[in-house]
């Protein structure tokens, strides 16, 4: 492998360790030859979101216009094009390796457009076409790396896995989103428990969720885990290490809606974590149980 492509896998494996622990720990379960695609996916989905997400001063038309110039290098980059980027070489080589769909790379893309602009969804249907492109696909991206018999069976299950993480992130990042001036959870969910933004905001300032709130978010874990039901499904759909791998991600990864639960559903509080001794259990049933 040529040093820079080298170079470029390692930075996306840094991103992948040092950001998403409990992805990291289950990709470790899989074959050595895939983990650099999986490192390669989270890098460039990881870098992207830090363009959108840092919580520097950087002015939202500078973030624009990074995320743009990361988007051309990309599309070039697909097109057989040679281009000057520190994570895209791995990135590149893994969407040719794997004959990744560019569309679902676009899709992503234009997900973490709308974060530069929009702070609010109406409803779960709205919020719904804003993960389909930053989650859902992650999850269709997913497929060729672990390799499914069925593939196109396995699609629908993938994709709703990758909706059942990302739902749990917004549950678990409330707080966090709001010091992004952004509100995931949809307006009219707000309004079906008399919520609004100003409490929510009280709410985080204060460190502890009002009755209300705990309702809402309730509610809004019952709808993750039709997610995760809806995913269950393609886990049996995968052999060997992949499922070990996926059942294992699934297991840790809704162990954070219980850990909400727990805490009485007040996700200001703290942040929701899975405990290092359940973390080790759930890691012991992914390799070894049902």
């Known amino acids: 492998m040529p040093r820079a492509l080298a170079d470029a896998y390692r930075r996306c494996a840094d991103l992948h360790r040092r950001h998403g622990r409990t992805y990291y720990l289950a990709t470790r379960l899989l074959p050595a030859w895939k983990r650099p695609h999986v490192h390669a996916l989270y890098g460039f989905a990881r870098h992207a979101d830090e363009i959108v997400d840092s919580l520097d001063a950087t002015a939202p038309a500078e973030r624009a216009r990074r995320l743009g110039e990361l988007s ?3 599309h070039a980059g697909l097109h057989g094009e040679p281009v000057d980027d520190p994570l895209l070489p ?3 080589h893994t969407a040719r390796v794997l004959r990744l769909d560019p569309a679902d790379f676009t899709a992503f893309l234009c997900s973490m457009a709308m974060d530069l602009t929009v702070r609010h ?3 779960y249907p709205a919020l719904l076409r804003y993960m389909e492109g930053s989650a859902a696909v992650i999850g269709t991206l997913m497929l060729p ?3 499914p018999a ?7 299950p993938a994709r709703q896995l990758g909706l059942a993480f990302q739902l749990t992130n917004f549950l678990r990042d409330v707080a966090e989103d709001l010091a992004r001036d952004r509100v995931y ?3 009219e969910d707000l309004a079906r428990f ?11 300032a204060a460190g502890r969720a009002t009755p209300r709130i705990k309702r809402l978010i309730a509610y809004e874990i019952t709808r993750a885990r039709g997610h995760y039901a809806a995913a269950l499904p393609g886990v049996g759909m995968l052999s060997g290490a992949s499922r070990r791998c996926v059942r294992t991600a699934y297991l840790v990864y809704g162990a954070i809606l219980d850990e909400i639960e727990r805490a009485d559903h007040d996700v200001f509080a703290r942040r929701a974590v899975v405990p290092g001794r359940r973390r080790a259990a759930l890691l012991a049933r992914g390799l070894l149980g049902r």
Do not use: F, K, S
Request: glycine fraction near 10%; avoid cysteine; proline fraction near 6%.
């Open 72 to 74: 051309a290098r990309l």
């Open 90 to 92: 791995a990135v590149l």
């Open 121 to 123: 969804y109406a409803d």
């Open 145 to 147: 790396v672990l390799g």
């Open 150 to 156: 069925d593939p196109e069976a396995a699609r629908e």
């Open 185 to 187: 959870l949809p307006q």
């Open 194 to 204: 008399g919520v609004d933004e100003g409490e929510l905001r009280a709410a985080a």
